[in-house]
């Protein structure tokens, strides 16, 4: 197993607002979570993903268990606003709606926003903001105005602007939630990218199966409790216990389920369609 | 696409775009005095030429001028007319009936609408059009910078602005949508009386209302993952410095307005009561 780098202990929580008689939202959660290492995290609506993310940075105070970043108990009541503001700093996160959470006119002033709030030198803030830019393929923007951009370019800027702060680890909220496939296709290349090329830890909530197959490991919520936490061959084998939480697998690995049930010998696991393809055309080859 | 009511941005490369936004505030008061000096025939010719000066200097098309004055364009005839018609002088060039036209009402009719273009360009030329919002709130943030020290939230104001700026394009979008879906249900906002009309507005203005605080609740935690914490500690991408050729505009306005005076002392032609 990799250095740990988030590590949940027996975390719960519950919304204040909610009513008593509400199970909480997280039960108990304990995960770990490797540097560098891609996590997605499935489960249906309301099973308590996001609140899952904002446990980790700090933006909700969890009223059970702990959390330990790089080993730090990031729970503890004595944390100083510089220790809270440097967690932030190495969690990043980029939400589902990209007009929600762009700060600027200007696309370049906004990916400069969070380099700006922890007081970086400006001449270090111009390259970190070049850069980030750069990185996202988003340079030929740099002085756009954000609401005349698509839903993944705006995205992407999101997600500069989070790089810009030099991120260990980057959670993604339902990012792609709300793109059309072109702009989806963007923003999980960019994300792939920062976790094989720079080491980025990534912990990806997503409800489409396809961008979960991408990564590492999956871990699926289930009503505040981890149900399944594996690698994506392993996770999407479980297609039953899967559906009785109101998830499905990807098409391909569906499909091969499927013609293994008619009697067709397929063995092997499946998570993208290529892998698909193969195990067919091999059975194929077999029969012949 | 959206156009709204006030200037907007126009990216060019010309001196009026390079020129420090802190300057360009503190020349837009000044010109906005100037144009309030005004008195007499030559000041304004005088006024006018500065206008023109501005836009050579800013590089903007006429065309999107034209379209910034657009919105004032009945006001603009309105006054103009109503001092064609009721002001009083001694010469009197057309009367027919109870139309009486005089000479110092055409004057004064003239006088007001440079008076209105000038300011409309020239707040436009020296802050909208070549001003970016951003440059504009972080340089009003510097100049009311003495204010934080009466405690005056200079930063959280800057920071507001910025961001009702940033939103304005997306709210109005929304606008469009929900009035498109409430449309599509039925409704109609372009007939009836005027209450029946502002009644038909309140199914627009809630949902738009509620979607506002969901935004402004997302923007919160997403600022403050990005370790916004106000304007304490915070640093800035671009630090302005002000160059020598920064104050070279300054002294050409501060001569504008030394000459007005003077023109208003010597009471050149027709001057204004
Ligand atoms: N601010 C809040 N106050 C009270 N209850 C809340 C609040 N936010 C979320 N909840 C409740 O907590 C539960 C988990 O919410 P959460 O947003 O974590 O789910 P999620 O897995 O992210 O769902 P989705 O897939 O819809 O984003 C839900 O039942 C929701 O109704
Ligand atoms: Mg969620």
Known sequence: MKEPFVETRELSYRYESADAAEPRVLRDLSVTIGKGEFVAVLGHNGSGKSTFAKLLNMILTPTGGKVFVMGKDITDENMTDEEVLALRKRMGMVFQNPDNQLVATIVEDDVAFGPENLGVPSKEIRRRVDEALSELGMSDYATHEPHRLSGGQKQRVAIAGILAMLPDCIIFDESTAMLDPVGRKEVMDAVVRLNREKGITVIMITHYMEEAALADRIIVLNDGRVLLDGSPEAVFEEEALLRSCGLAVPQCTELVHRLREAGIPLDGACVFPEQCAELIMKSLNKER | ?273
């Open chain 2, 1 to 273: 696409m959206k156009s709204i009511a006030f200037g907007q941005y126009y990216p060019a490369d010309s001196i009026l775009h390079r020129l420090d936004p802190r300057i360009k505030v503190i020349l837009t008061v000044l010109y906005i005095v100037c144009s309030f000096l005004c008195k007499n025939i030559i000041s304004f010719a005088l006024l006018l030429a500065s206008a023109l000066l501005l836009i050579a200097a800013g590089k903007i098309p006429l065309k999107v001028i034209l379209r910034g004055l657009r919105p004032v364009l009945i006001i603009l005839i309105f006054t103009a007319f109503l001092n064609i018609f009721w002001t009083k002088g001694e010469t009197l060039l057309f009367g027919w009936r109870f139309i009486k036209i005089y000479a110092e009402g055409l004057y004064a009719a003239a006088f007001i609408l440079v008076r209105i273009a000038t300011l409309i360009i020239g707040t436009g030329m020296l802050l909208t059009y070549t001003t970016t919002p951003i440059a504009l709130t972080d340089a009003l943030e510097d100049l009311l910078s003495p204010l934080k020290k009466l405690h005056v939230p200079v930063h959280s104001f800057a920071m507001m602005m910025t961001i009702a700026l940033r939103f304005i394009p997306t709210l109005t979008e929304e606008t469009d949508k929900i009035m498109t879906a409430q449309k599509a249900r039925g409704a109609d906002f372009s007939e009836g009386s005027l209450v029946k009309r502002a009644k038909a507005l309140i199914p627009i203005l809630i949902p738009l209302v509620v979607s506002a605080f969901n935004r402004a609740e997302d923007l919160a935690i997403a600022m403050e993952c990005r370790c916004y914490h106000g304007g304490e500690g915070r640093t800035r991408m671009t630090v302005r410095r002000l160059r020598f050729v920064d104050f070279i505009p300054l002294a050409l306005v501060l001569l504008l307005g030394a000459s007005l005076i003077l023109l208003n002392i010597l009471g050149f032609g027709y001057t204004m009561r």
